[in-house]
């Protein structure tokens, strides 16, 4: 039995203030402006017959089962093209209808094959069920001549499996273009085609390619759209159709995608991307739809390990075991080198509820404020400039929002790939006619693609970030296109005038600064006015504003520009930071950070600690604790020699990978809870199985504050999800965790964190999810901030200074190394690299322009050397003009490339964040791998050797 399926509407819903009335089938039905009569009519109760028609794609009129008769027309006009009209009298039942809708199915049915007990789709077929709804009984023209099905051309010669997730089989196509039209209006791609005419149209991938060698990206649009099995996701191929679903929240980057996980008993079928998702709207990408096969794969490791030294195999044991060992080495640990000795690292890859708890189990347990989080290696810089500026360290819109932008900067992000489905959202509003500014040292994708190109591209050189936004600033100030009203309303002007003075300094100008940017004046004047006088104008970043030295700065310019230019506190406009992984919101959110506790409050603020005590029966301390470069120069020294490290990979992702190393090697204890054996877990003493997302109950915040719940699918393969072990953990080390469900940590965290405070999983079940601040005067959350003040009363204009930073090139390292991120892989890869994404990406690469790969004799696919002040590493060679001269691009999704081996310990002034996008390198053709990853391999080898043998099943 298939699963039962939404309500579709037939064409999208239509906003307007204006409301008309017509009658259907003499029903009366009112509707806004706009809507057709196909949605209309589905709005009363009437189902109309279609196959081209689906609301999630703008009307197409092409498989004409949607014929109606409207009184006063001649003909019978598709009901999906045709808007209703005030007064409009339809009906969509009469004997006429019937037999047109029939004889259009007939010729539908006599060019389709005939398998559907045995086709995929048997049970959810929108073709077979609207053979059903029309009383199609027989088919009069026979199956003989030319066809579209016959078995040695069609399914032979032209069934395209060359895609891991899904397979195209053109003898079940209709043409009804859906797969062709989700591709260009809800992905963006234009990939797909209808090739051919007449009788030899068909959908082609690019120029009748193979889906593999085309130009689709996977996102999954083509599928969900397809009435029949002509695309077909492999596992319903493999399984068959599911038999219930659960609504739950991709756990990839911090767009935040809401799923229907369709599950046959405990096995995921299919992740189909949720219609009334807030965050995409029924949207995918290839990670979130199709990339969930990590969660079973072989290298999850199950059962609780432990180990006194890491030269030692490991010792499977049970839970109570392992974390009794791990409470009494913590214990051993404080007791004789005191009580700052161990600490915790929390995760943006996990929920809500168990971030909650780590950094409580640091503070009550462990009696310190030493806990950390991955976000400060990603966004800190967001949560202090936003803070200083606008009152509160998150972004202010919601990502419908850039639907009402008039102008858009994208600055040091890469939305295509880094946050796909907001990026293919941004696309449909560049088609609209927004106009873009792209602020990046590389060409990113939305530079130029289809039906898109930047009005302007300042391809700045990386490190420059501030000079740029201040010269920007210069233009506005000094041409007069600051809007002052908002200016003396909303902020303060004293600070104004402080900053208005600053910026408008000679040495600000776009023709000062150009000698640091890189950047002709006349593109940053002409991108200033562009965005100071284009309407409603909203600034989208990621990390190649915050993984700089400066990356507070630039966030604190940011955000003078958006006050002085008054884009903030609307729709369409608003500084939007892209969070990278799914929960680096939440993370933060939750008090991960040595100097706050959860809610964004300083430890030092007495009565936020009266209120924890009297929640937790214990008072954190006062002074902040160490941060995580902090807890690996104090192991160093011998002073802190336990970590806890739930969900994070920090030898992988963290800066100069070789003083990471050998932090942890210095370490007692070394507690690590995760999927697999990451890089951390080498250097692991105890190693505690994590839950995948689809393992556990919880919540994670998205990069627009969006709260959604996180729905357990499967049960935990470790029989335990996250938030036990942490409690487990706590209660070993004497401090109660009594939680039943994670809904009672989340109450707590609503208790004790005032944006939270209307928080709850009721209230999440009922409205979908939240944005906070949702409170007593938000209940039902706070789609857009600072509408009428912000959050501190009045904004703030800080001082932005250009401070050039220390990591310069020289003679011996003449170019500059910048890192980032590629659609089918995810962070450190640890999940995407367990499923076929890698078909698509299988090893990081240098990107190298072609004037400096043809100075040192580099060819495409060469092995190339980089050399910084850090360390050595060996990746292949792409020679591409994406890059300017000077500057050198890779990724950092695979352990053995070592990209981290290289960047250096340099970090943003306020928060400590790596300057991961500016690292002085040169590159060199070589023939070896580098010897930090000869050792990588042998050292990688010998843990893999020192885990326990899996027993063969019989």
């Known amino acids: 039995m298939s699963l039962p399926r939404e309500t579709d509407y037939g064409t999208p819903a239509r906003k307007s203030e204006k409301e008309i009335t017509l009658s259907i089938d ?3 039905v009112t509707v806004p402006a706009g809507t057709s009569v196909m949605r209309a009519a589905q709005e009363c109760g009437s189902s109309i017959p279609k196959l081209c028609a689906t609301d999630s794609l703008e009307p197409f009129g092409s498989c004409r089962l949607c014929l109606v008769e409207i009184e006063g027309r001649r003909g019978y006009p598709a009901s999906c093209t045709t808007i209703a009209e005030a007064g409009m009298q339809v009906r969509t039942q009469t004997p006429k209808l019937a037999d047109i809708r029939r004889g259009v199915m007939e010729l539908y049915i006599s060019d389709h094959p005939l398998d559907c007990l045995t086709c ?59 797969c062709v039209r989700a591709c260009e209006e809800t992905q963006g791609t234009f990939a797909l085609t209808i090739s051919g005419r007449g009788f030899e149209s068909r959908v082609s991938p690019g120029d009748s390619q193979p889906f593999m060698e085309s130009e689709c990206v996977s996102c999954g649009a083509c599928v969900q759209a397809c009435p029949t099995a002509t695309l077909m996701e492999k596992g319903v191929i493999e399984h068959g159709q599911a038999e219930k679903k659960v609504t739950t929240t991709c756990a990839y980057c911090g ?38 096969g990590y969660a079973t794969h072989a290298d999850r490791i199950t059962t609780p390990m432990i180990r006194k030294s890491i030269e030692d195999a490991w010792q499977p044991v049970s839970w109570d075991e392992a974390i009794s060992y791990a409470a009494s080495e913590f214990k051993r640990i404080q007791a004789k080198h005191g009580r700052d000795s161990v ?71 890469n ?18 006619g927004a106009k ?110 915050t993984e700089h030295s400066q990356g507070s700065t630039t966030v604190i310019g940011i955000a003078n520009l958006a006050m002085a230019t008054g884009n903030i506190g609307r729709e369409g406009v608003g500084v939007n930071p892209l969070r990278g992984q799914n929960n680096v919101q939440g993370s933060c959110d939750m008090g991960s950070f040595p100097h706050e506790l959860p809610g964004y409050r300083h430890v030092s603020d007495a009565a936020t600690r009266a209120l924890f005590k009297d929640a937790w029966g214990v008072e954190p301390q006062p002074e902040p604790g160490l941060r995580i470069p902090n807890m690996f120069e104090a192991a160093m020294d011998g002073t802190f020699l336990g970590l806890y490290c739930e969900g994070e990979d920090i030898v992988q992702s963290d800066p100069n990978t070789q003083h990471v190393e050998a932090a942890l090697r210095a370490m007692e204890c070394v507690v690590v809870q995760d999927l697999f054996l990451n890089e951390t877990a080498k250097f692991a003493h105890v190693f505690l199985p994590g839950s995948s997302f689809l393992e556990k109950d919880g919540t994670f915040t998205n990069a627009e504050r969006r709260i959604s719940r996180v729905r357990k699918v499967m049960p935990p393969l470790a029989g335990k999800e996250d938030w036990e072990v942490t409690c487990m953990l706590s209660n070993a080390l004497g401090y109660p965790m009594d939680y039943r469900h994670p809904s009672e940590i989340m109450d707590e965290i609503a208790r004790l964190t005032p944006t939270f405070h209307g928080v709850s999983y009721e209230r999440l079940d009922e409205l979908g999810s939240i944005q906070w601040p949702c409170n007593e005067q938000a209940p ?65 690469r240098l990107e190298i322009h072609p004037a400096d790969a043809e100075t040192r004799g580099i060819n495409e696919g060469d092995w190339v050397g980089i050399t910084s002040r850090a360390g050595e590493t060996v990746l292949r060679a792409r020679v591409s003009e994406r890059m300017q001269p000077g500057v050198v691009y890779t990724t950092f999704h695979f352990p053995e490339s070592g990209a981290n081996v290289i960047t250096t310990d340099n970090s943003d002034w306020a928060t400590n964040c790596p300057e991961y996008k500016v690292t002085a390198v040169e590159v060199t053709r070589v023939t070896q791998p580098s010897e930090w990853q000869q050792r990588y391999r042998d050292f990688s080898q010998q843990q893999i050797d020192l885990l326990p043998k899996k027993r063969e099943k019989v």
Not at 143 to 169: I, Q, R, V, W
């Open 26 to 28: 003499g029903i009366e």
């Open 120 to 178: 995929s789709a048997n049970g959810n077929c929108e073709l077979q069920d609207m053979t059903g709804v029309v009383g199609l009984r027989e088919v009069r023209y026979g199956m003989k001549g030319k066809n579209h099905f016959d078995l040695l051309s069609a399914l032979t010669k032209e069934k395209d499996e060359s895609n891991p997730y899904f397979s195209y089989d053109p003898s079940k196509c209709i043409v009804c273009n859906r």
């Open 255 to 292: 767009v935040g995608c809401s799923f229907d996980a369709e599950v046959k008993g405990t096995t995921v079928v299919r992740m189909v991307p949720s219609k009334d998702g807030g965050a995409n709207h029924g949207h995918s990408c290839v990670k979130g739809r199709f990339a969930f």
């Open 343 to 413: 600490g915790g690292i929390t995760s943006s890859r996990c929920t809500n509820e168990e971030t909650y708890l780590v950094q409580k189990l640091v503070r009550a347990a462990f009696g310190n404020n030493n806990v950390d989080t991955c976000a400060r290696v990603c966004h800190s810089p967001t949560g202090y400039g936003l803070k200083q500026t606008l009152g509160e360290s998150a972004g202010t819109q919601t990502f419908d929002s850039v639907m009402k932008a008039d102008v858009i900067m994208v600055m040091g992000a």
């Open 415 to 432: 939305p295509t790939d880094g946050h796909p489905v907001f990026g293919s959202q941004m696309k449909r509003r560049l088609r609209e």
């Open 436 to 545: 873009l500014i792209v602020v990046d040292p590389r060409s990113i994708d939305l530079v130029r693609s289809p039906h898109i190109r930047a009005e302007q591209h300042l391809k700045l050189k990386p490190g420059s970030n501030v000079a740029l936004i201040t010269s920007m600033a210069h233009v506005v100030v000094t041409e007069d296109m600051v809007k002052e009203d908002f200016v003396r309303e909303r902020c303060e002007w004293h600070s104004f005038e402080q900053w208005r003075d600053f910026v408008a300094r000679p040495e600000n100008s776009p023709e000062a600064m150009e000698q640091h940017t890189g950047v002709p004046a006349a593109d940053v004047r002409a991108a200033a006015r562009l965005f100071a006088t284009g309407g409603n104008a909203a600034i989208y970043y990621g990390l190649g504003v």
């Open 780 to 844: 039902e959350g706070t789609p857009i901030m600072h509408i009428d003040q912000f959050v501190r009363g009045k904004g703030r204009f800080m001082l932005t200074e250009y401070v050039p930073t220390e990591e310069r090139t020289s003679k011996r390292f003449p170019l500059i190394l910048t890192t980032g991120r590629i659609l089918s892989q995810y962070n450190v890869g640890a999940q995407t690299r367990r499923t076929a994404n890698s078909m698509w990406h299988d090893e990081d």
